[in-house]
């Protein structure tokens, strides 16, 4: 089992013009658990890459959060995939745009049967699939993307203001 990393800590993103309060002391941030429990309950993500010719390209994928991690699959040969191959840095969504969290990250393929196996035992229970282990690595890479930077605003009324957090992660991130 992997160790858990320390809960980032929280901070306002910057978003000039759209009336975001202060939080000064933490007033108002979101805890990370808030963002984590997204993160897992979703059905359906976004997730973005960049085409070799700098063009965006973003799909849905169906996925699981797993050791502090996004998880999901994707054909050998598929956009997405080779878009990661050639630059790993992305962007994942849960499809919740009120209670929203957009991860930045970077992917990487796993390998590990026993991560995999993980991978899979997550998977199938959340999607009523059944999945194999030896069927995944038949398919295509299964990517884990490790957070650099979290955002996450609840726009359910009254609260956008003051909800909006940013989480960032031990191998960087921007300030924005």
């Not at 990393?5 to 658990?33: C, F, H, N, Q, V």
């Not at 650099?148 to 909006?164: L, N």
């Amino acid at each position: 089992m992997k160790t858990k990393r320390a809960i980032p800590k929280a901070s306002r993103p910057y978003m000039p013009g759209y009336g975001i309060l202060d939080a000064r002391g933490g007033r108002g941030l979101l805890p990370w658990e808030w963002a984590v429990q997204r993160l897992t309950k979703s059905r359906n993500y976004w997730v973005a890459t960049t085409c070799p010719d700098s063009r965006p390209h973003c799909v849905p994928v169906w996925g699981v959060w797993l050791d502090d991690a996004f998880y999901f699959s994707s054909g050998a040969k598929s956009r997405k995939a080779r878009n990661l191959a050639a630059n790993p840095n992305c962007v994942v969504c849960p499809e919740d745009g009120i209670q929203a969290v957009s991860l930045e990250g970077v992917a990487g393929k796993i390998v590990d049967v026993a991560t995999i196996r993980r991978f899979v035992e997550a998977y199938n229970p959340k999607y009523q699939w059944d999945l194999k282990p030896e069927t995944v690595l038949d398919m295509g890479p299964i990517f884990a993307v490790r957070p650099r930077k979290v955002i996450a605003v609840d726009s359910t009324p009254g609260e956008f203001q003051g909800s909006a957090t940013r989480w960032l992660f031990e191998q960087g991130g921007t300030q924005s």
